[in-house]
């Protein structure tokens, strides 16, 4: 269960600020890499739940990251562009040689802004992939709760798909030299067939993100994490808050 803040106490307590400058709870709050994550960050402090099992489950979330030995790096730049990327207008390319063929040699007579976008995408998205891969497979073994280890299953049977892992595992470092017919594989993939599947896998990651941003607050201001009462009378009790 959900509850509403009006605007008036949104303001009184400083929630959120209208530029960068100002000081605010979310912006003490936000340690996170991405703008995904910051979005998601947002509306998780935007959207307070009050429904104890809701909160004992994110608890859990909370606890079982600062319990890790391992953190995902993010580069923000790199999420930024890949967000770029997918959601160019141009049409997703098609999967054959002939059209592969012929969009290279156009991209030579006449650079295109929307192939480069498309080929850089794909090197940043591919790096993001393999970066996740391993990531996971740190963490195989670990009991994540199992709202998380839902989310990373389906992630790690995306990264682990064949069909994607022989080119992106393979990537060169400089998108001028993936192969022409890659670029049209990979794209057509990415922002076509296999679509939603990649937004899962950036969703995943961007709540990650999220956790690990709360247990950085947790560990640099020596926070810790509430114990939840079950009481019809439930009261709220904070020590050493100085």
């Given at each position: 269960?959900?509850?509403?803040i009006?605007?008036?106490?949104?303001?009184?307590?400083?929630l959120?600020?209208?530029?960068?400058?100002t000081?605010?709870?979310?912006?003490?709050?936000?340690?996170?890499e991405?703008?995904?994550?910051?979005?998601?960050l947002?509306k998780?402090?935007?959207?307070?739940?009050?429904?104890?099992?809701?909160?004992?489950?994110?608890?859990?979330?909370?606890?079982?990251?600062?319990?890790l030995?391992?953190?995902?790096?993010?580069n923000?730049?790199?999420?930024d562009?890949?967000?770029?990327y997918?959601?160019?207008?141009?049409?997703p390319?098609?999967?054959?040689?002939?059209?592969?063929?012929?969009d290279?040699?156009?991209?030579k007579?006449?650079?295109?802004?929307?192939y480069y976008?498309?080929?850089?995408?794909?090197?940043?998205?591919?790096?993001?992939?393999?970066?996740f891969?391993?990531?996971?497979q740190?963490?195989?073994?670990?009991n994540?709760?199992?709202?998380?280890?839902?989310?990373?299953?389906?992630?790690?049977?995306?990264?682990?798909?064949?069909?994607?892992?022989?080119?992106?595992?393979?990537?060169?470092?400089?998108?001028?030299?993936?192969?022409s017919?890659?670029?049209?594989?990979l794209?057509?993939?990415?922002?076509?067939?296999?679509?939603?599947?990649?937004r899962?896998?950036?969703?995943?990651?961007?709540?990650?993100?999220?956790?690990?941003?709360?247990?950085?607050?947790?560990?640099?201001e020596?926070?810790?994490?509430?114990?939840?009462?079950?009481?019809?009378?439930p009261i709220?009790?904070?020590?050493?808050?100085?």
């Amino acid at each position: 269960m959900s509850f509403s803040i009006d605007k008036q106490t949104i303001k009184d307590i400083d929630l959120f600020s209208e530029n960068e400058k100002t000081p605010s709870l979310f912006g003490f709050y936000n340690r996170t890499e991405t703008i995904g994550g910051q979005e998601q960050l947002f509306k998780v402090i935007r959207t307070p739940f009050s429904d104890r099992s809701f909160l004992e489950n994110r608890k859990n979330e909370i606890k079982y990251m600062l319990g890790l030995k391992h953190t995902l790096k993010l580069n923000r730049r790199q999420f930024d562009f890949v967000e770029y990327y997918l959601k160019n207008r141009h049409i997703p390319l098609k999967n054959n040689i002939i059209d592969a063929t012929r969009d290279s040699l156009a991209n030579k007579l006449k650079a295109s802004n929307d192939y480069y976008v498309i080929s850089e995408g794909i090197l940043h998205l591919s790096g993001i992939l393999n970066d996740f891969k391993k990531y996971l497979q740190n963490i195989n073994n670990t009991n994540p709760p199992p709202s998380l280890q839902e989310n990373f299953n389906s992630s790690l049977q995306f990264v682990n798909d064949e069909s994607i892992t022989k080119y992106t595992e393979n990537m060169p470092n400089d998108s001028r030299k993936i192969k022409s017919k890659h670029i049209n594989l990979l794209d057509n993939l990415f922002r076509a067939k296999k679509a939603n599947e990649v937004r899962t896998v950036l969703d995943t990651i961007y709540e990650i993100d999220v956790l690990q941003s709360h247990c950085k607050l947790i560990r640099e201001e020596q926070f810790s994490l509430p114990e939840y009462s079950s009481t019809d009378n439930p009261i709220f009790r904070a020590e050493e808050c100085i």
